[in-house]
């Protein structure tokens, strides 16, 4: 079997331009979403799905990652018209360009994680201070796991003596001056990841100094050399993963560790009887408190003539609160302008990322109450409520009263919700799964997952990560792609918008296995799920965009478990609607992991051939890990199935001979 059965993976010239000529922005093929945006036609309202079309067609430069701007000689935009053209004014190349835009996507998505977990840590150390008393430690069993694994001693201490010290040892990841790698990074990963990390000099010593460092080498005359500077960004995709660790860790410290949990979502969640409050961004700080204080504020609401309050999600703060609390889905990051055109939404609270600007003037044309909470996410002329976690119930409070205010100037004749909406169960943290699992196999539950593999009953795993792209149909290729996958037997995961575009369309449950899984896949959800009593879904919700390390720390222990690096075991990560600098960061940093990393819509790679060939060959190479950049959703099905089963193949090869000459198992991929 070649070591990429398609042989023209890398080869530029397969791939069509992502400019395009649309007409009719009624782009989803989700049904909610649909009914909205046909109203939104009638009535004459823009959104994102019209904005995008008004660009079209877009900047071909931009398209590609040949226009630099990294000085103000620029833009500098290359072009093979003429000889002088094919360079910038101080004469890099299109390979120094293409590299030099990616590693700032890169930094810019590992800034945007870090601060969450900056921001989660800080809260946590307030909490253990006794200056944030509205948190407190839900999860103690969790707090002296990740106390143990980052090597801080629990015996004889109370958990808030345990949980201060954790947070004092998250934010020295950030800040540390020493040479040593990130806690949360080192302990995290395969030893096999260690030395190439190592070896490859990709180490990285603390976050913030990660991401200064790669805007100082890709800032005009310094670094040009491509290689030098990918393997600087994948030095700083590795400080995304510390990040978003951190984040998922202290996360579940403070409101507990998701098991599964049944609810509902899509657009069809809104109740017009009830004040409707969505919560939008990621950080559950804020969201945690939002749910309390409704859940405290219930009878204000009915003395208003409602009967009761709502919360709902939106993007992954929604994801958060799913997750932990059973709260429903809204729906995913292309559906937040959507919600407020039902007219039935009083109040949308945000706090971080994903949220389009759009949403103020929006809310501007209905009776619905926007509120931002962060200071480095205000919008103008939005509700803005300064949220410090001394004093958040109280705060929280106050919003929900906006909200009970908004109610009674509803107005009636705008209404309307779609009836769309699909039962979901979600909350399969890794710790969930493992509960699950060790109902077949107490002393070793990841290994019910690898014999599985090396049974034939699973082709492998595959995590489902990133978001919504306007530039394609919303959900589609999320959809098409999962099912192609589950026919072939793959496990699924998913967090972020891409288990957003699963809840609504149904994927969350058992029916769906039913209706889409191959018989092996079938025979492992019910043989597993039986074993431990619950009846387990098509795909395993593990959480928002931050969660992915819960994946990605799932195929560790398989690897482990294997005896082998992360390269030989059969996990593929695959992000169809990628669009934020959040979702370039993750494949990176699960690249450098050693996995193969499907992305559905064309990243700005394209302008050089180079860039391009050690994005989607060379880096297997180094890392084991390649992107596969395929936007046609059943190619890029068949091409993650064929990474799969090329690395069955391999494990199996290897494994048979290690037994033959009772030899470890092979380290090379
Ligand atoms: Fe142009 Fe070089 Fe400045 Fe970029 S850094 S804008 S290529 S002169
Ligand atoms: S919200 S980063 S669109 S997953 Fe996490 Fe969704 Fe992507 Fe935002």
Redesign the pocket.
């Known amino acids: 079997m070649p070591r990429f059965r398609n042989v023209r993976l890398g080869d530029l010239k397969n791939q069509a331009t992502s400019r395009q000529k649309i007409t009719d922005p009624k782009r989803t093929s989700d049904a909610a979403c649909h009914e909205v945006l046909c109203m939104a036609e009638e009535q004459g309202a823009i959104t994102a799905f019209q904005r995008y079309v008004a660009q079209q067609p877009q900047c071909g430069f931009g398209l590609t990652g040949i226009c630099c701007r990294n000085c103000i000689q620029g833009p500098c935009r290359i072009s093979s018209k003429s000889e002088a053209n094919q360079k910038g004014i101080c004469g890099a190349s299109d390979y120094t360009i293409v590299a030099r835009n990616y590693a700032r996507l890169v930094a810019g998505g590992a800034a945007c994680h870090s601060q969450h977990g900056h921001h989660v840590a800080k809260t946590v150390l307030k909490m253990a201070e006794g200056k944030a008393p509205d948190y407190k430690v839900s999860d103690p069993n969790k707090l002296s796991a990740v106390a143990r694994q980052m090597g801080i001693e629990t015996e004889g201490k109370s958990d808030r003596e345990l949980v201060r010290e954790v947070a004092l040892a998250a934010l020295d990841d950030y800040h540390s001056f020493t040479d040593d790698p990130p806690k949360w990074l080192w302990n995290n990963i395969t030893e096999g990841r260690r030395k190439k990390f190592k070896h490859c000099d990709i180490l990285p010593t603390a976050v913030d100094r990660a991401v200064v460092e790669i805007m100082d080498q890709t800032t005009m005359g310094m670094d040009s050399d491509p290689v030098n500077i990918i393997f600087g960004a994948l030095k700083t995709s590795l400080v995304d993963f510390t990040g978003m660790h951190i984040t998922t860790d202290l996360s579940d410290i403070l409101f507990g560790t998701p098991r599964p949990i049944k609810t509902e979502a899509n657009l069809g969640v809104l109740d017009k009887e009830y004040v409707n409050i969505a919560v939008h961004g990621?950080n559950p700080t804020l969201s945690e408190m939002i749910v309390e204080a409704a859940e405290q504020l219930q009878a204000e609401a009915r003395s208003v003539g409602a009967k009761g309050i709502k919360v709902c999600g939106i993007?992954?703060t929604g994801n958060e609160l799913l997750m932990r609390q059973g709260v429903a889905l809204a729906g995913?990051?292309a559906s937040q302008e959507l919600a407020v055109l039902t007219g039935v939404l009083d109040a949308m609270v945000v706090d971080v990322?994903?949220i389009m600007p759009a949403l103020k003037p929006l809310s501007e044309c209905f009776h619905t109450r926007f509120i931002t909470t962060s200071e480095t996410a205000k919008i103008p002329s939005s509700y803005h409520f300064d949220f410090q976690e001394e004093r958040a119930l109280e705060t929280a409070k106050e919003m929900v009263r906006l909200a009970i205010s908004a109610f009674r100037e509803r107005d009636e004749k705008r209404v309307r919700i779609p009836s769309v909406k699909n039962e979901a169960i979600a909350g399969f943290s890794r710790e969930a799964i493992y509960e699950i699992l060790s109902a077949t196999n107490r002393e070793n539950p990841v290994r019910v997952i690898n014999d599985a593999i090396l049974s034939g009953e699973l082709l492998g795993v595959c995590l489902f990560a990133?978001?919504?792209n306007l530039r394609i149909m919303q959900d589609e290729s999320h959809v098409y792609i999962a099912t192609e996958l589950a026919k072939n037997n793959v496990l699924l995961l998913a967090t972020?918008?891409a288990a957003g575009a699963f809840a609504k369309s149904g994927l969350l449950t058992p029916a769906a296995v039913d209706a889409y899984a191959g018989e092996g896949l079938k025979s492992f959800l019910k043989r597993v799920g039986g074993a431990a009593g619950v009846e387990l879904p098509l795909v395993l919700h593990m959480g928002?965009?931050v969660d992915n390390t819960r994946a990605m720390d799932l195929c560790t222990d398989m690897a482990n478990d294997l005896g082998v690096d992360v390269p030989k075991v059969p996990f593929a990560a695959s992000a169809p609607e990628a669009?934020?600098e959040?979702?370039v960061s993750i494949g990176s940093w699960c690249v450098a992991m050693g996995l193969p990393v499907h992305v559905g819509v064309m990243p700005p790679l394209e302008g050089s051939q180079l860039v391009y060939g050690i994005a989607t060959q060379i880096a297997h190479d180094v890392y084991g890990g390649h992107f596969i950049l395929e936007q046609d959703p059943a190619e890029g099905a068949r091409k993650i199935i064929d990474a799969l089963e090329y690395r069955v193949w391999k494990l199996k090869i290897h494994r048979a001979a290690a037994e033959k000459y009772e030899t470890p198992v092979a380290v090379h991929w």
């Open positions: 990621h993007c992954c995913n990051q990322q994903c990133g978001c919504n972020g918008c928002s965009c669009m934020h959040k979702a």
